[in-house]
């Protein structure tokens, strides 16, 4: 495994986002922008995370990707900052178009902005914070890898991540409505029902090519008997690759739209599905650039609300998932919400046997496709892989003990660890939690 | 616009249907709607396996449809859905449907007479806009952000009109997307094109477009403003001089600009949702002064009070003399009226609606699952299980309440005219 590491940090990969963005940047354009952001878009975070900074590199071991990479001291937290926006600060903007395009496959493929290293790090230095500002600079030259960029035209185009047209969207819900009538004949998708208690919202990958998560949600609402819609109308996807790429206008136009579309229907509050990503845009990041401190309409998380439905007995478990689970803890709600135990809770509820990996709840390792890098695409699959090597000794190792099924409640955890299970053999089920809710819950006969 | 001074306006308190009996008749029963004359409730039903139809007053359509959603009234109290039979769609109108069938339509629209109803239509992959059951000569691979006239008689809708394929980075960045009004495309294309408004003759279009991945501005009727901003909120044409001003941002704060130019002197940390007043003289939108405050701005100038949660749904009297808005603060919900809100606080709050003589402002809202309604802050002493917007007569005197009763029969819905005074005292 090592040897494979070794190989792909050397091999360039090409990614046209990329290389034809560099082609096209003039040290005039560098300037400017790294002056602009660093004058008009930062301030006091950077500089005194750069003054506290005492490059002692005790975040070195938090990082994924330098356990991974055979801690090589260049994927580390502080190194990834040393050949980034220190660089950047130290040669006061002045780099080239080859040191932008090394900045941005750092700052977007070598870092998932899990925020583990901030925990490591004596003095709490957010160092997903510093790589954002690296993605910033990279967009605003037009340097962000191929796929990703689509993604967010995507977003900006239609409101939603993959493409989905307006009413390709309302259709699917319509479909699965009609499917999971075959199970539950008075079973309901309540489309635009003004006044729902919840406005349930999940990102595009479900209507597109996940629409099962889309049933499975319906038949657990209407067995719990609760008041929930889905809007008709584009702000129902929760997801935010531009948070990531470094688009914030984008982003902000993104959320505006969602909390409107939540304030349009009166809601009483957001429950969104199994996304960390997401999650993070409409509870922290994306929120707050709009300036609303908090959600202005409250956000509830998938894994807060299936605890809700349990622990309030709104829903039983008929029968028990009978294999051995174990729990991936996604950086997003174990790290950045503390939705931890509520998982262990359902997971215990649900399953035989439960099992910890370890390190587990907001110490687990990242599974590497957060942060926007799975959507960087194929060019970078193998880095990516690769670069979580330690998770996949981290999964042979509960493995071992026993674990036969990873419930992760994350579409990015879901990609990266199917990745990670394949390439390097695990031969582990992933389920969401979703799934195995569907598959175990007392429902009407 | 439809007159409601031909509705009754007898006071007194009259039953339409009682929703408990519908019960009887079928096995599912969707939410209700109801006119805006207060005359008719409608819902959803089933009425044999697979079929759906719409009951209205305890009588349900004839026909019945596979689906059946999107139940709307039209201004002048005709009822619309969007129903498919035979897995193809169409608009129907008080039971009779288009002739022209979709693969499918969505997000029906009304001119404020309710004369013209228009849909989005797609049909074998092209998009499209129907207007009154006529479908536009022009298709397109795909449209969204439909608005139309004031007067109902034209549409406007963001259309792409360069093929584009996943992955297509650079073309994308070129400029893919335009506007098509009543299927008339605009010459230019830009990279994205967002929400828009027609002049309020309805001769012009103004948009949010981006013409790079970093410049914003607004374009009207496809020509785009000289200047441009790191991003810009939708823009709005003045009634009075036909002006167009937009939510600009420049330098990380937010401002108001007219025709490209400074229009208010000072910035927030956010503006939106800009709007003129009725005459066109007053300028209001929701800002934020500071981080996690929001309030109301008039020409510019903040009220004192604001709320930590949110503000939305502002509106303008008609005589333009009042500003009333809905604010939240620690989860809790209230209307507020020139800068000065109302006592109680509510678990929700709908739009705030004024007399026709602006001297009053009404309000739905709803406590512990119980929705009433509010007149300048004092709310009516019942409680229903479901209200909808308040509607006043045309002198002022008299407000009607909409409501379903659940006091001796649950579900009944009746039409209640009562004076104001009942409720302000």
């Known amino acids: ?445 | 616009m439809f007159d409601a001074g031909s509705w009754d306006w007898d006071t007194g308190r009259r039953l339409i249907s009682d929703t408990h009996q519908w019960k009887d008749m079928f096995d599912w029963i969707e939410e209700p709607y109801v006119s805006p004359d207060g005359e008719k409730i409608a819902s959803v039903v089933r009425k044999e396996e697979g079929e759906y139809s719409i009951c209205q007053n305890g009588t349900a359509w004839e026909k019945t449809f596979d689906k059946v959603w999107y139940l709307k009234f039209t201004p002048d109290n005709r009822l619309t859905a969007l129903v498919s039979d035979m897995g193809e769609w169409t608009v129907a109108v008080d039971g009779n449907v288009w002739d022209n069938t979709f693969d499918f339509v969505w997000d029906t629209r009304f001119g404020p007479d309710g004369q013209n109803i228009i849909v989005a239509a797609q049909k074998g992959m092209k998009y499209f806009v129907a207007m009154s059951d006529i479908p536009w000569d022009n298709e397109f691979s795909t449209l969204s952000n439909l608005i139309i006239s004031r007067d109902g008689k034209r549409a406007a809708i963001v259309v792409q009109t360069v093929p584009l394929k996943e992955g297509e980075i650079f073309k994308f960045q070129e400029g893919c997307y335009s506007v098509a009004v009543d299927g008339k495309t605009w010459e230019k294309n830009f990279v994205n094109v967002w929400d828009m408004d027609f002049s309020h003759d309805g001769m012009h279009v103004a948009a949010e477009v981006r013409t790079t991945l970093y410049d914003y501005t607004i374009a009207v009727d496809g020509v785009p403003w000289d200047q441009s901003y790191s991003s810009v909120w939708r823009p709005k044409f003045s009634p009075k001089d036909g002006s167009v001003s937009a939510p600009v941002r420049i330098g990380g704060n937010w401002t108001l600009v007219r025709d490209g130019k400074p229009f208010w002197n000072r910035s927030f940390g956010q503006l939106w949702h800009h709007m003129y007043s009725p005459d066109g003289e007053k300028v209001a939108a929701i800002v934020a002064p500071k981080y996690g405050r929001w309030t109301m701005a008039v020409d510019g100038n903040s009220w004192k009070l604001t709320f930590g949660d949110l503000v939305t749904d502002a509106v303008f009297s008609p005589d333009g003399s009042k500003l009333a808005c809905i604010g939240k603060e620690d989860g809790k919900w209230t209307i507020a009226v020139n800068g000065k809100p109302w006592q109680e606080k509510f678990d929700m709050a709908w739009q705030p609606v004024f007399s026709p003589d602006s001297r009053r402002v009404a309000a739905k809202v709803e406590k512990k699952g119980r929705y009433t309604i509010v007149i300048d802050g004092r709310p009516l002493k019942e409680t229903f299980a479901a209200v909808w917007d308040p509607v006043f007569s045309p002198d002022g005197d008299k407000i009607m309440i909409r409501a379903i009763e659940d006091k001796s029969d649950p579900g009944e819905y009746y039409r209640h005219i009562i004076p104001v005074t009942d409720i302000t005292g």
């Open chain 1, 1 to 445: 495994m090592a040897q494979a590491a070794s190989k792909i940090i050397k091999t360039e990969i090409y990614d046209e986002g990329i290389e034809k963005g560099i082609e096209r940047l003039t040290q005039q354009r560098i300037d400017q922008v790294i002056n602009h952001v660093l004058k008009n878009e930062v301030g006091a975070r950077l500089k005194t995370y750069v003054d506290t900074c005492v490059h002692c590199g005790l975040c070195s071991e938090a990082c994924h990707f330098y356990l991974s990479y055979d801690n090589d001291p260049a994927f580390s937290p502080a190194g990834k900052v040393k050949q980034t926006i220190w660089e950047i600060l130290k040669r006061k903007g002045n780099v080239d178009a080859e040191f932008i395009k090394r900045a941005r496959l750092i700052a977007s493929t070598e870092c998932n902005l899990c925020r583990r290293c901030a925990m490591y790090c004596p003095f709490g230095i957010d160092v997903a914070y510093l790589m954002s500002i690296v993605r910033r600079i990279c967009h605003l030259l037009g340097v962000t890898p191929k796929y990703q960029q689509d993604t967010v035209h995507s977003h900006a185009a239609t409101l939603n991540q993959m493409w989905v047209k307006e009413d390709e969207y309302i259709d699917s819900l319509m479909w699965q409505e009609e499917e999971a009538q075959d199970e539950i004949p008075n079973l309901r998708i309540p489309l635009e029902k003004e006044g729902a208690e919840i406005f349930y919202s999940v990102i595009a990958p479900e209507p597109k090519f996940r629409a099962q998560l889309i049933y499975q949600t319906a038949v657990l609402m209407n067995v719990a008997g609760v008041d929930w819609t889905m809007p008709a109308t584009p702000g129902w996807d929760n997801s935010d690759m531009c948070m990531f790429s470094g688009d914030i206008e984008m982003m902000g136009r993104l959320k505006k739209a969602h909390f409107e579309t939540a304030m349009r229907l009166k809601v009483k509050r957001i429950v969104m599905g199994e996304c960390g990503h997401a999650f993070r845009s409409v509870y922290d990041v994306g929120n707050r650039w709009l300036l609303w401190k908090w959600p202005p309409i409250p956000v509830t998380h998938a894994v807060e609300f299936y605890y809700e439905l349990f622990n309030e007995g709104k829903v039983s478990v008929a029968q028990k998932y009978d294999k051995t689970v174990t729990f991936q803890d996604p950086c997003n709600i174990s790290r950045g919400r503390g939705l931890h135990e509520m998982g262990r809770y359902l997971a215990r509820t649900l399953c035989t046997e439960f099992i910890e990996m370890h390190p587990n709840r907001e110490h687990n390792l990242c599974c590497c496709a957060g942060g926007g890098v799975i959507n960087c695409g194929p060019p970078f699959k193998m880095k990516r892989i690769l670069g979580n090597r330690a998770k996949a000794e981290q999964l042979f190792a509960v493995k071992a003990r026993g674990a036969e099924t990873i419930i992760a409640p994350c579409h990015n955890c879901h990609g990266g660890l199917d990745d990670i299970v394949h390439h390097y053999g695990l031969g582990m089920e992933i389920k969401f939690l979703g799934d195995i809710i569907y598959d175990c819950i007392e429902k009407p006969v």
